[in-house]
Every structure is written in structure tokens, then in C-alpha cells.
């Protein structure tokens, strides 16, 4: 373990988080709604301990070991969690520390779960912050996965620096630089247009920029309590599933595109299964709106897309309180939250990659037992998938359910209903946000018990960060010699 | 395929469950109820055709291959089923066919969920054939698991061929006889031994023996509509937990034991996993009751530990209606119906075994993020666990869970709501019985709509039968030559 380094790192990271508060302390400063002073003092203390973290701890480079890179990775995303909540602490708008740690790790998170009652009535600043955290999220999400993740192991995630030759490199350390760097500008580049389609549909500026932020990442923050149901237009929500599925597919996928290899998605299996996937949640979850009567053909059509694309992605967006639904369509959004989106994107949950790999690999135990001499294979796009990737991804599959189950069974004894207790587990662990019952798209998290916050906090980080990177951490054999 | 073989096998099952119809013949005429007519029909069919089937299929003897295998096991149960509801049928106590078939299907995958209202009003002899169908099918159960399909090579169970060194023997067609014949003699025995101890606490021998089949099948059916609730009796229901825990346990176990190995039980690393989960149940369910006011501490340890122990072995008995327990004890009640018994007892489910494998190897991949460069096997009592047979488990887990969503989908599509449809599906392919909400154990499955009948039946047969033996039928690739 390199202190020193991971210091240094954690510094520059804390550094960065502070200066991009500038951005919504320049909105505070146009609204002049009272937020700028909060904003202000947030960005000198966080600036300034990343400054210090990172004098303090500069000294001769080393080569980054596995064990730092695990370290960095959720400590970097603990830290900026309680540095992004200090706006709300000192602007006082959403109430005591919990409160504002779990809105903030639900931004950095891309989980989009808020414990806010009147979301309107927030100043823009303070908004704008909030939104701007799903973004920054976002981004650090794509590095994470397909620079830094690979290179730990973590749950077959080495698989695709072999299934997607994207910007990916093959050390870790001198070139996660040159990988941030393309892919900040796909990244930059569909949220720009993002933005543009919006304005021209009319959406304000101020709003067309937070919503394009919380689509970007996934992550599923509004400036309206209505989410963008508010609105009422389809012009906006198609617009918005567009960019949620662009955002929940690989972003090495994208920068292939953008190089000319115009058949890159479809030759991409992941992605197939991707769009399998949300076809027929949309035709199914239409199919039990309409014969249910609750809408007819073409709106049951327009917000089966919509909830199917945002819950897939893991974005959480909502056009209409699912939670009112029949009990089919309420039945399958909740197992769509443990679909997620490809690896290699700003979705979360489980990922396509493996949920496509473990389907495999049930079907190839059913052919062994028809031919119990043959050597079958688990294939993903013509390549064999070495045995000890598949073991990670059963590894990661198990214990994202273990976590799941012992985190539905606490909040059961905090006292919510079962179906409740779930679905907040399996929107947070998932970075989904709105779940089912008293966590529906009717309501929020605001009146769930303070232990629950820090549970679903945990789940959250657990989820975003492929769970092994904050597990890892509390196994004592990690911090042996 | 031999198919001449396979009719051989299947006539000779056919004729045997039509013999053992005998028994409930008796008990009719001593009860004269007016049933005796409808079970000697029955009995004259079903020995008839078991005959008629065996008499043309009747041929040179052949070596029984792997898919033969397969075809016997799934479609001996499927005709038990199937004759078993005769008596059922033509005593008109149970209405349609679809009702019939799904008792039967509840009493020979000994999974105890009744479609019966007033089960007090049924005549004596149909209630013993009733409670009989849970013991025969418990005995083809303990020889499946222990001679056939390790042979088969289903989901891992090929594992404890090396496992439990008990009465199995090496090759399957010739020795099945033997092992089924020592086998027979502990299930027998243990079983009497029960009878007797309910006799001497005053049971009436009739509801003694139903009991004891129940019992020792982890069945669930019970003379009494309150079942073992109706007693009152603390003596019956530690009996009734003792013998619970006994037919969840390794049957290989109780051999080892008898023939003077007395630390066999100790040895065993899924018997300390087994008694690990129960005694974690019961110690969080009775600290929930308690706390939760429900009852005084020692009803509710008295309540915990029946239920724990019912419903980990997949019995299904009830002394209290825990659907009106709180929501923890509801919860962790539902989680453990995925536990089981242990692999080679009468108990249903994932089985113990595959879950503390799987818990392995979850700690395994843990361990390897840690130290990458590390080999390291998963072992079971000492012995490593070849990669081969995790794979099985992991396949087997996963088509388990794949059907329990794709039934709980299903079910939900046909009114149920989303805890009574995930908990019909769950103790259904669990073989427990009773389930949560509209299928409690206040309640019953005679108001589930006839598809969700089929579902819930075909959900038992998957179950009893370890999935893999069932589904294999249905893929084409299975019928090629």
C-alpha cells in the first residue's frame, strides 16, 4: 500500500471536486436566490483540503499496485460524496448530515433517489450542484469502468478490454490520462447535444442543462417533484429515452462510431441483448397497460418506453407513477432493475455483459446434461470466455444478491413493508432511484428511518462502485502485509 | 433412448403406486365414509395399467443410459401424479380434475400446499392416501438424490458420490435395488420411531401416522386444518421439529450413524451449515416476536423454532400463521425457503449444500481481488470441489432462480398480488407449502386461477425433481439422435 499515492491522488480528485462548485456558483450568482455564500464556503474548504491532501502528501512516484487502485477508487468516491454534500449542510435547504451526505452520494452515485419534499421550491444553485454531481458521476463512472476496472478484475470486467477494443490501454497508470481524456469528449460531445435538442424543444437553459446531466450519467435528478412527466410533451421524452439509452450503452461503443465503424453497436452482443432486453419489457409492460385499461394503446406505447428505458439504464426518470400500475408491469420494472446497463457505460446494476454471460452459462449446464462428454465452451462474440472471468461474474453476481437480500432484511426491521424494503434496496444498490410502495415515483426517501439512509448510502456506493471495491476493504485479510 | 426400458421401469411404478392404495383401501373400510369405492376403482386402474404397461414393455435387458435416466425420473413422477389423483377424482371430494392433480402433485413432490378448505370434512381413507403420497414420494426423493442423480450428474450432486462415502454404490442400474433396500430400512425405521412418540403423547394412531408421513417427507400435509397448531401440544411439536430436522438431513448421515459412526453428523460440513442457518433463524424471528410485542419470550421461541425449522426443511407445518407476524420475521421466513435441506434428504430447495458452496466461492472471488496471483480451490470437508461441479451449482442456482422469476411473473400477470405471487412461486418450487399473503398458512391455494394451478404444479415437479431433470425434456436438442 502507497499512502502517499493514494493521498495524492485522493488530494487532486478533492481539488477538482471544488473547483467545478464554480458552476453553480455562477448560477447562485445569476439567480440571487441566498445560495451563493453555502456554495462559496463549500468550494474554499473543498479546494483547499484537496490542496493541502495533495502538498502534504506529494513525494516520489511509484507504480500504482492493485491494492492502491482499490483503495483510491472508493475512498476517491466517499470523499467526494462529503465534500459534494457540504452546499446542502451549509445552505441548510435539505436538513441534518444525513440528509445531505445521502443526496449527495445519490448524485455522485448516479442513483437519483432524493429525499427532497419540494424540489421546486430549492434555489437554482443548489439545483444546479445537485444535478451537476450525476454528470461529474457519470464521468468518473465511465473511467472507472473502462479504464481502472478492467485492470483490478473486478467481477469479469477484464473480459472486454478483449470483447471492445475501444480507447481502452494496457497499463494502468500513464494512460488512464490519454483514456480520460477521448472519452471526456464523447462524453462532453452527446451531452452538448443533449443540451441543443432540448433548448430547441424549448426547454430554459437552466433545465435543459440539469436534465441533461441526470440523463447523461443515468442518474435520474429532475428540477420538478413531476420529474419529466412535468412536462407533458413527447417531444422532450423521446428526446430523453434517446440519450438514456446512448448513455446506458458502452461508451467505447460510441468512440468506435465516432471513428467511422458505423456497424460497431450491432456487432456488439451486449448491446443486442441491451436492446432485446428493453423491446420486450416495452412491448410486455404495454401489452398489461392497455388490456388492463389503464391507458390507452398509444399512451400505454409512450410511458411503457419510458419507464422501461429509464429503469433499464438504471436512470430513474419517470413520466407517470408506476407505482400505481398493474401488478405485472410493477413485477418486471422491479426485475428490470437488475438488468442495468452495458458495462462500459453510466448504467448500473448488474450490466447486460453478465446477466448475457450467466444466461449462457445456464443454457450450456442444460446442454452438458444432454451430452455429458462434450466440451462446451461459453462464448461472447465469436471469443471463448476464459473460465476464471465467468467465476468472477458469479462471484459478483452472488454477492450483489447477498448484499441485496441482508440490505432488504435491515430495512424490513426498520420497519418498512416488504415490498418497500426491496425495491429501495434494489433501486439504490441498482443507482436506480424511485422504487416501489412508500419509495415509488409518488414519493421519496425523506421519510425513511436515518439508519435506512445509511443503508441505502452504503448499497449505493456498493452498486456504483461494482461492490468488490468497497468489499474488498472490509475483509481484514486486505489490510494484512 | 431404450423406450421398451423406460416403459418397463415406469409399468412397474405404476403397479406399486396402485399396490400401495391398499393401505388407504383399509383404512376407508374401517372409517366406512363411503370413499372405500372410489380408492378400490382407483386402485384396480392404476395396477392395472402399471401392469399392462410392464407386460408390453417387457424385453431384453439393456444397459439404462443417461437420458433414459432422465425420461424414467420425470415421467415416473408425472404418472404418480397423475394415478395418485384417482382417488381424489372419483371420491369427488376435490372437484375437478386440476384441483386433484394438484394435490396429488403437492403430496408426491412432498411440498404440502392444499387446494382443500375443510380439510376435517374429507373422509379418513382419502386423507391417508392424502398423507401416504408425501411419504412414498419422500422415499423416491432419498433414492434419487443418493443413487440416481449423482449418476446424472444434476447441478453438483455428483459431488457428494465422494462426499458422504454412505450406501452408494458405483454403477447405477444393478445397485439401485441395494441402496434403495438399506435406504427403505433407516426411512422406515426413523419413521416408526415417530409414530410410536406421537402415540405415547396421546395422538390418535390415525392422525399419528398421516403425521409422521408429513413429517418424514418434509411434506406439510396435516389431518387439521390449523395443522400442527391445532394440538396445542409443546411434547408434539418437539417431536414433531426433531423428526423435521432428521428428514432434512443427509439420509447417507443416518446411516453412517446407525452403523456406529457417531460423529458422522459433526463431520459433514452442510450438516453444521444446516444447523448454522436454523439457529440463526430461529435466534432473529424470536428476538423480532419478542421485541416486536407479538408474544411472551418463550412463545416465541416455542413459534420461531418450529417455523425455522418447518419451513427450512421445506415441511411446511404451522403452529402459528406467521403471515401476521412482522415484516423482518416475514421476510427472513421467505429468504430461508430458498435454503433447504440438506442434498440426499427429503428436504426441497436450493439444498444447503449448493448454498454454502456458493457462499465459498463468493468469499473465494473476494480473496482473489485481493491477492490476484493466488490459486485458490474451493474445498468442502477437506476435499477440493472441481471447477466442473461448480459450474453444475451455479447453472442449477441460476435456472432455479430463473424460473422462480419467470413463475412469479406469471403468476403475478394472473391477479395475484406481488408478495402472495413471489410466495407462491417460491414455496412451490421450494416444496414448502404454505406461502405469504393470499397463500398463507391462514389460508390456502384453492382460490389460485386454474392456469396459476398448472403453474404452481409443473413449479413442484422442477423442484422435487432438481430442475435440470424436467427441463432437459424440453429442449429439442435433448430428442436428437
Redesign the interface.
Known amino acids: 500500500m502507497h499512502f502517499r499515492l493514494i493521498g495524492n491522488a485522493l488530494g487532486a480528485l478533492i481539488f477538482f471536486i471544488g473547483l467545478s462548485m464554480l458552476l453553480p456558483l455562477g448560477v447562485s450568482l445569476i439567480y440571487a436566490e441566498g445560495d451563493a455564500k453555502a456554495i462559496l464556503i463549500s468550494l474554499s474548504i473543498t479546494t483547499l483540503s484537496g490542496l493541502v491532501l495533495y502538498g502534504l502528501t506529494r513525494g516520489t512516484v511509484k507504480e500504482i499496485g492493485?491494492?492502491d487502485g482499490?483503495v483510491i477508487v472508493a475512498l476517491g468516491w466517499i470523499s467526494a460524496c462529503l465534500f459534494g454534500s457540504l452546499p446542502y449542510l451549509f445552505s441548510g435547504s435539505l436538513g441534518g448530515f444525513t440528509n445531505c451526505y445521502f443526496e449527495s452520494a445519490s448524485g455522485f452515485t448516479t442513483t437519483g433517489a432524493t429525499i427532497v419534499n419540494y424540489i421546486e421550491e430549492l434555489p437554482h444553485g443548489i439545483l444546479f450542484w445537485r444535478s451537476l454531481t450525476h454528470w461529474l458521476g457519470g464521468m468518473g463512472i465511465i473511467l472507472l469502468s473502462l479504464a481502472i476496472l478492467p485492470f483490478?478484475?473486478?467481477?469479469g470486467m477484464q473480459l472486454y478490454r478483449a470483447e471492445v477494443p475501444g480507447p481502452v490501454m494496457d497499463k494502468l497508470a500513464p494512460r488512464v490520462r490519454e483514456t480520460a481524456k477521448t472519452l471526456w469528449k464523447v462524453y462532453v460531445g452527446i451531452s452538448a447535444l443533449e443540451v441543443v435538442l432540448l433548448l430547441l424543444g424549448g426547454m430554459g437553459w437552466f433545465e435543459a442543462l440539469c436534465h441533461t446531466f441526470g440523463t447523461m450519467a443515468t442518474g435520474g435528478f429532475s428540477t420538478r417533484s413531476a420529474s419529466i412527466g412535468f412536462y407533458r410533451s413527447t417531444y422532450f421524452e423521446i428526446i430523453i429515452i434517446f440519450f438514456m439509452l446512448a448513455a446506458g450503452t458502452n461508451f467505447s461503443l460510441h468512440y468506435q462510431f465516432l471513428k467511422g465503424e458505423f456497424s460497431a453497436f450491432w456487432r456488439s452482443a451486449e448491446f443486442r441483448f441491451y436492446i432485446a432486453v428493453i423491446l420486450t419489457g416495452i412491448t410486455l409492460i404495454t401489452l398489461?397497460l392497455r388490456l388492463g385499461s389503464h391507458y390507452d394503446l398509444s399512451d400505454s406505447l409512450r410511458y411503457a418506453s419510458f419507464q422501461v428505458s429509464s429503469i433499464v439504464t438504471t436512470t430513474g426518470y419517470t413520466t407517470a407513477d408506476f407505482g400505481s400500475w398493474p401488478?405485472?408491469s410493477?413485477?418486471?420494472l422491479?426485475?428490470l432493475m437488475f438488468v442495468g446497463g452495458c458495462a462500459g457505460s453510466t448504467g448500473g446494476s448488474v450490466k447486460c455483459l453478465r446477466n448475457l454471460l450467466?444466461?449462457k452459462?445456464?443454457y450450456?449446464?442444460?446442454?452438458?446434461?444432454?451430452h455429458?462428454r462434450a466440451v462446451v465452451p461459453i462464448k461472447l462474440g465469436g471469443r471463448v470466455v476464459p473460465?476464471e472471468v465467468?467465476?468472477?461474474i458469479?462471484?459478483?453476481f452472488?454477492?450483489y444478491m447477498?448484499i441485496f437480500?441482508v440490505a432488504?432484511?435491515i430495512m424490513?426491521?426498520l420497519?418498512?413493508?416488504?415490498?418497500s424494503?426491496i425495491a429501495s434496496v434494489a433501486a439504490s444498490i441498482g443507482n436506480v432511484g424511485p422504487g416501489l410502495g412508500s419509495v415509488g415515483p409518488s414519493s421519496n426517501y425523506a421519510d425513511i428511518p436515518l439508519i435506512g439512509k445509511w443503508v441505502l448510502t452504503f448499497c449505493m456506493l456498493l452498486g456504483r462502485l461494482e461492490i468488490?471495491t468497497v468489499?474488498?476493504l472490509l475483509?481484514p485479510?486486505?489490510w494484512r502485509k
Open positions: 492493485n491494492k482499490f483490478l478484475g473486478i467481477g398489461n401488478s405485472l410493477q413485477c418486471l422491479l426485475i450467466l444466461l452459462q445456464g450450456r449446464e442444460i446442454y452438458r446434461h444432454i455429458p473460465s465467468m467465476e468472477g458469479w462471484g459478483f452472488l454477492l447477498f437480500i432488504s432484511i424490513s426491521v420497519g418498512l413493508d416488504l415490498i424494503a468488490y468489499i474488498i475483509v485479510e486486505f
